[in-house]
């Protein structure tokens, strides 16, 4: 019985998310975000601000959630389900710059919002940090023998890598003008591929 209220407290909890990153998107972009104010996005998702301020900080965070969900789980998934006959090091690169250019996993409208308010900007960059724990659950249960502590070593600098690729991306030219700077898949590839030796080596003794 306690299993079954766990989870079903867990679902609820699920789907208040989903109602208010939802809600918090579709304000926003029939607003403008600075016409969306928390106590909007509660009331569009049927919670109250007290409810709200435990799921979200802060609107920026409710927003870009809406693009974000969902990416970090899909990274750890591809990671796990690539072929062991392909290295932890491709797995990974493949795995980030498919969930992070994939048409099909992209919004183009809320991106758009996202690239002109710098507080959005930081907020969409920091959802990277989310990947962590499921990426090192997916080196984990590629390589059963490694260290968990060092599976979250790896993850963790994936995240980092992962983070400063975005930043770079996003990065405004001049004054609050953003034009993305350079492809984000080069961007990507560039930043993780100092960490392939790693990656490399955490696999060697599973050969």
Same mark, same amino acid.
């Given at each position: ?8 407290? $867990? ?6 998310? $989903? ?16 016409? %969306? ?34 990416? $970090? ?12 006959? %392909? ?10 710059? $498919? ?109």
């Amino acid at each position: 019985m306690t299993s079954r209220r766990t989870g079903l407290r $867990e679902q609820k909890k699920q789907a208040t998310t $989903e109602a208010l990153r939802e809600a918090a998107l579709r304000l926003a972009l029939e607003r403008g975000v600075e016409n %969306v104010r928390v106590d909007d996005i509660a009331e569009a998702a049927g919670v109250s601000p007290r409810t709200y301020n435990n799921y979200f900080s802060s609107r920026e965070q409710a927003i870009v959630a809406a693009v974000a969900a969902e990416r $970090e789980a899909g990274i750890a998934a591809a990671v796990t389900a690539r072929s062991a006959d %392909v290295g932890l090091a491709h797995a990974v690169v493949e795995a980030i710059v $498919e969930q992070y250019t994939d048409p099909a996993q992209q919004r183009r409208d809320a991106l758009l919002l996202i690239t002109t308010h710098p507080a959005l900007r930081e907020a969409f960059v920091n959802t990277s940090g989310a990947m962590e724990h499921p990426l090192a659950d997916a080196i984990s249960r590629r390589l059963s023998d490694l260290d968990p502590r060092t599976a979250h070593v790896l993850a963790a600098s994936v995240t980092a890598a992962t983070r400063i690729a975005l930043q770079r991306w996003v990065s405004p030219a001049t004054g609050e003008l953003v034009v993305p700077s350079g492809s984000l898949p080069d961007l990507l590839r560039t930043a993780l591929a100092p960490l392939a030796p790693a990656l490399d080596a955490a696999e060697a003794p599973q050969h």
